[in-house]
């Protein structure tokens, strides 16, 4: 089992930046790739990055890529989502997620791929 217990979010200007992290336990952190994921108001949920178990492998979505940085410490079990220059289309619920993945890189980005969700964390962006 992992849990995965998010922080960080809350309200913001467009243009400006915030920092989400997500703090896991029960099992050795480096041996999860971690995700993040965002559903807002009568959408499904979506895809924003992922990092791969030591770091060296990340994956955005295309409408958060070059604005959105994801990155883990191992040695604190936290990973983080740096979000800068937001816009209103980024408000959402965002999830912090993880899966157990024995191969390089990430794999797949599918939600379904991931087994563990923490409660999310609500990021709202005004105009």
């Known amino acids: 089992q992992v849990q995965l217990v998010e922080s960080g979010g809350g309200y913001m200007q467009a243009g400006g930046s915030l920092r989400l992290s997500c703090a896991a336990s029960g099992r050795t952190f480096s041996t999860i790739v971690m995700g993040w994921f965002r559903q807002a108001p009568g959408k499904e949920r979506e895809f924003v990055a992922a990092i791969s178990r030591g770091g060296g492998s990340t994956a955005y979505a295309d409408s958060v890529k070059d604005r959105f940085t994801v990155s883990r410490d191992n040695a604190k079990n936290t990973v983080y989502l740096q979000m800068n220059s937001l816009k209103p289309d980024d408000t959402a619920v965002y999830y912090c997620?993880?899966?157990?993945?024995?191969?390089?890189?990430?794999?797949?980005?599918?939600?379904?791929?991931?087994?563990?969700w923490g409660q999310g964390t609500q990021v709202t962006v005004s105009a």
């Open positions: 997620a993880a899966k157990i993945y024995g191969g390089l890189g990430i794999g797949s980005t599918s939600a379904p791929n991931f087994n563990y």
